[in-house]
Nanobody
């Protein structure tokens, strides 16, 4: 059983930056592809980014490509989401998730483990 714990959320002004972290325990971290999702109030949980188990491949949603960067450090059992040029519409609870394989990296149902989420609020 893998446990995921996110940190780094907070309140930031539009145009600012935040770095989210997610640390895993209870499993072999390098076996998992790692993703970030977000959920705004009253909306569905949406894919943000994914990095494959070896860090060689990344995917981003159209809404964050060019502003957000996902990375991982397998030695620290951690995945990160660097968020720059933040916009009010980026306000959401951000979740870290893990899977051992996928056919659709953006489908939340293909992730096996989830963190509890961290709130990101971007003020205008």
């Amino acid at each position: 059983q893998v446990q995921l714990v996110e940190s780094g959320g907070g309140l930031v002004q539009a145009g600012g930056s935040l770095r989210l972290s997610c640390t895993a325990s209870g499993g072999t971290f390098e076996h998992y592809n790692m993703g970030w999702f977000r959920q705004a109030p009253g909306k569905e949980r949406d894919f943000v980014a994914l990095v494959t188990w070896n860090g060689r491949t990344t995917y981003y949603s159209d809404s964050v490509r060019g502003r957000f960067t996902i990375s991982r450090d397998n030695a620290k059992n951690s995945v990160y989401l660097q968020m720059n040029s933040l916009k009010p519409e980026d306000t959401a609870v951000y979740y870290c998730a893990a899977n051992v394989g996928y056919s659709d990296h953006a489908a939340s149902g293909q992730y096996d483990y989830w963190g509890q989420g961290t709130q990101v609020t971007v003020s205008s």
